[in-house]
Structure formats: C-alpha cells, structure tokens
C-alpha cells in the first residue's frame, strides 16, 4: 500500500499582494485621508471632505501605478 506524500499539507501558496501593490494602495490610501482632512478642516463638512477624500484615492491610485514602475 503507498501513501501520498504531504496529502495532509495544503500546497505552497506566495502573497496575497506583492510589495508593489501594498505600497500603490497604501500611498493611495495615505493621500485621500490627508486631501479628507485638508477638506474638512476648509469646509466644516463630513460629507464633502469623505467625498473628497475618497475621490482623491480613487484618482491617486491609478496614477501612483504609471508612476511606480515594475
């Protein structure tokens, strides 16, 4: 009788998010909170400054990925 070897161990698995990725969308995510925060403290709304914070990760995003090249 032959058993498998390593049947009771899940297969090798890499990251989830390489480095590139995490940075891109950490420094997205860095840029909307602070245009959020310059946002609210000019216009006194939570409302706005979410809108305006959320937009500018949405935008950086995309961008941050042309810039930071492979």
């Known amino acids: ?3 498998a070897t390593g049947a009771g161990t899940p297969p090798e698995q890499g990251p989830l ?3 590139r990725t995490v940075v891109i969308l ?6 909307g909170i602070i ?3 310059l946002t609210y ?3 006194h709304a939570v409302a706005v400054a ?3 914070g959320v937009t500018a990760t ?3 995003v995309p961008v941050l990925h042309k810039l ?3």
Do not use: E
Request: glycine share 18%; aromatic share 4%; hydrophobic share 50%.
């Open 68 to 70: 930071i090249g492979r």
């Open 17 to 19: 998010l390489d480095l």
């Open 35 to 37: 245009v959020g925060c």
């Open 26 to 31: 950490a420094l997205g995510l860095f840029l």
């Open 1 to 3: 009788m032959t058993t």
């Open 58 to 60: 949405g935008t950086s």
């Open 50 to 52: 979410l809108l305006a």
């Open 41 to 43: 403290l000019g216009q």
